[in-house]
C-alpha cells in the first residue's frame, strides 16, 4: 500500500523480554518519527530521523529505548527489558521533509507487558 | 502545563447539529498547526492544516488565534461518521509536533 506500514500490529511481551518494532515508512519520505501513545492521552514524541541520521531523540524515556534506521527506510524500535509502563500504542510517522509538513501515520503497535 | 490543551468533551450532538470546540497551545513561536482525527483503536489522520486566515475544507472551518494562542475546529451539518476523537497539533520548532490528548466528538442519530 501508499500508507505508513508497521508491524507486528499487536504484541504481547513479559516483563524483561526486548521486543522490536518495525515501520516502513511512504516511499520517498524522507523524515520519520515514532510516537507513545498511552491511554487516553496524544502521542508524545519520542525520535526523528531525517534519512538515516537520528537527529532527535529527546522523548525516548530511558535508555532501555533504542531506534535506528540504517538505511534510510525501514525503522525499528526497540525496547529492552520490558516495564508495564511501556504498554502503549507505538506510532511512526513520515513525512516528505521534516519542517512544518504534516506527518502521516500508522496503524501503530500495540503494546501489552504482562 | 501541557504544551496542547483541550477540552476533552465528550461533545454529543444529534445530526445535522454544529459542533465548535478549541484548544490553546502555550508556545508562542509555534509555526505550524493541524487537527488530526483518530478513531477508536486507529491510527491519527490528518483533518486539515490551520491557517492563519482561516481555512475551510467543506464541512470543517478552522481558525487561529496567534494572539490568543488558540485554535478552533467547527464542524457543520454533522454526520454519524464524524464521530472520533480530534487532537489539536502544534509544530513548535520545524518537525516537533505537539498533540493535545483530544476532544472526543459523538454524533447521534
Known amino acids: 500500500g501508499a500508507g505508513v506500514s508497521q508491524s507486528p500490529r499487536y504484541k504481547v511481551a513479559k516483563r524483561g523480554q526486548d521486543v522490536a518494532l518495525r515501520c516502513d515508512p511512504i516511499?520517498?519520505?524522507?523524515?520519520l518519527f515514532w510516537y507513545q501513545q498511552a491511554l487516553g492521552q496524544g502521542p508524545e514524541f519520542l525520535t526523528y530521523?531525517?534519512?538515516?541520521?537520528?537527529?532527535?531523540k529527546s522523548g525516548l524515556p530511558s535508555d532501555r529505548f533504542f531506534a535506528e534506521r540504517p538505511e534510510g527506510s525501514v525503522s525499528t524500535l526497540k525496547i529492552q527489558r520490558t516495564q508495564q509502563e511501556d504498554s502503549a500504542v507505538y506510532l511512526c510517522?513520515?513525512?516528505?521533509?521534516?519542517?512544518?509538513?504534516?506527518?502521516?501515520f500508522g496503524d501503530g503497535t500495540r503494546l501489552s507487558i504482562l | 502545563r501541557k504544551e496542547v490543551e483541550q477540552d476533552p468533551g465528550p461533545f454529543n450532538v444529534p445530526e445535522g447539529a454544529t459542533v465548535a470546540f478549541n484548544c490553546t497551545y502555550s508556545n508562542s513561536a509555534s509555526q505550524s498547526f493541524f487537527w488530526y482525527r483518530q478513531d477508536c483503536r486507529k491510527e491519527p489522520k490528518l483533518l486539515m492544516s490551520v491557517y492563519s486566515s482561516g481555512n475551510e475544507d467543506g464541512r470543517f472551518t478552522a481558525q487561529l488565534n496567534r494572539a490568543s494562542q488558540y485554535i478552533s475546529l467547527l464542524i457543520r451539518d454533522s454526520k454519524l461518521s464524524d464521530s472520533a476523537t480530534y487532537l489539536c497539533v502544534v509544530n513548535k520548532v520545524g518537525y516537533k509536533l505537539s498533540f493535545g490528548a483530544g476532544t472526543t466528538v459523538t454524533v447521534r442519530a
Open positions: 530521523f531525517q534519512n538515516e541520521a537520528q537527529l532527535d
Open positions: 510517522a513520515s513525512s516528505l521533509d521534516g519542517n512544518n509538513q504534516p506527518q502521516h
Open positions: 516511499s520517498g519520505h524522507v523524515s
